[in-house]
């Protein structure tokens, strides 16, 4: 079954002379339950294409069907909904509320979620941070505190995990780190992963690459052997 099926999606900013063409006319599926990379240069519609399957953002035209659901039609509300029953988000800055605990920070998201703080922990124990959970953002490291950020994300069971680089603002090794914790994420929760990123090393770990280039999808590749991301050097 397929988690998103995109149908000529067209995303322009401004008018006129200045009007920009950030995605023009993709057409794309998306299967359930793979763990996908979108790839591609700085400008080339990555971070809109993310923004429009979380419902973010509306495209100026075409569709995006969310299993048989028009995402596009929705209003607002609708978007504010959706996001948060469906969603998961995971940005290169962590966004963490510096006066709470780690435990704390994913509790806010689960009490907003009507969920418990069983489910914060268990979210903590995911990406390796039991023992870390009562620790403030100031005492965490980088890759910490974003897989603090994964566990916020996943905490509520999503069916889809979005990814904007995630490793971008760390080193080498601590973003191996973080693309193991998001891999034991995909195989534990069973969520769907999209992971936008400009890395093409980082593409090794996928199911899918979808490469784009231009704001149009350049090709799609399957990988019938996905690396783990302890086999990838960049």
């Not at 900013?13 to 359930?32: D, F, R, S």
């Not at 023992?131 to 566990?151: K, T, W």
Request: hydrophobic share 40%; with cysteine.
């Amino acid at each position: 079954m397929n988690l998103f099926t995109i149908t000529d999606l067209t995303k322009e900013y401004g008018e006129g002379g200045a009007k920009v063409t950030a995605l023009n006319q993709i057409n794309l599926t998306i299967p359930e339950g793979k763990f996908a990379v979108i790839l591609g240069a700085s400008g080339s519609g990555k971070s809109t294409l993310l923004n429009m399957l979380g419902c973010m953002d509306k495209p100026t035209s075409g569709i995006i069907n969310f299993f048989d659901t028009d995402i596009t039609a929705f209003s607002k509300h609708k978007m504010t909904r959706f996001r948060s029953e469906n969603i998961g988000f995971v940005f290169q800055s962590y966004n963490l509320l510096p006066d709470l605990t780690a435990l704390e920070n994913v509790e806010f998201s689960t009490e907003l979620a009507g969920l418990s703080r069983k489910d914060a922990e268990n979210a903590l124990s995911i990406v390796g941070l039991s023992e870390r959970m009562n620790h403030y953002p100031a005492e965490l490291s980088g890759g910490e505190q974003q897989r603090v950020s994964i566990a916020r994300a996943i905490a509520k069971n999503p069916k889809v995990l979005l990814c904007d680089e995630p490793t971008g603002a760390l080193d080498f090794n601590t973003g191996i780190i973080v693309l193991e914790a998001l891999k034991k994420v995909h195989h534990r929760q069973k969520s769907s992963v999209l992971l936008i990123t400009h890395n093409q090393e980082i593409a090794k770990i996928a199911d899918i690459v979808i490469t784009l280039r231009n704001g149009g999808v350049q090709r799609i590749n399957e990988n019938p052997a996905p690396l783990s991301p302890s086999e990838v050097v960049w």
